[in-house]
């Protein structure tokens, strides 16, 4: 995986304030616990969703889903690929 390669096309599209290169899982699980991510993309949309799975794809990366952070042990080797944490606030049908 190319880190700046992945990280450099995600952030075509989503901020840069949601999309993170090596960042500590610690940070976004409840048991505050666990390394560091390839790369932590924050969704807040139904088109980042979709944008960064279709990036993780095209790359060839693994993509992890996490939701609130709860009852999830990361190893201290952390995540190789990306994590895409969904934050949709509201949804509509």
Same mark, same amino acid.
């Given at each position: 995986m190319d880190i700046e390669k992945t990280y450099?096309?995600?952030i075509e599209q989503i901020d840069v304030s949601?999309?993170?290169k090596n960042e500590a899982?610690?940070?976004?699980?409840?048991?505050k616990i666990g390394g560091k991510a390839d790369i932590f993309v924050k969704a807040e949309s139904i088109e980042e969703v979709k944008f960064?799975? !279709?990036? $993780?794809r095209c790359e060839?990366? $693994?993509l992890y889903i996490l939701g609130n952070g709860t009852n999830i042990l990361v190893r201290? !080797?952390?995540?190789?690929?990306?994590?895409l944490m969904v934050a949709i606030m509201r949804y509509r049908y």
């Open positions: 450099n096309r995600l949601k999309v993170f899982m610690s940070k976004h699980t409840s048991f960064v799975q !279709e990036v $993780a060839n990366n $693994a201290d !080797e952390g995540i190789r690929g990306i994590v």
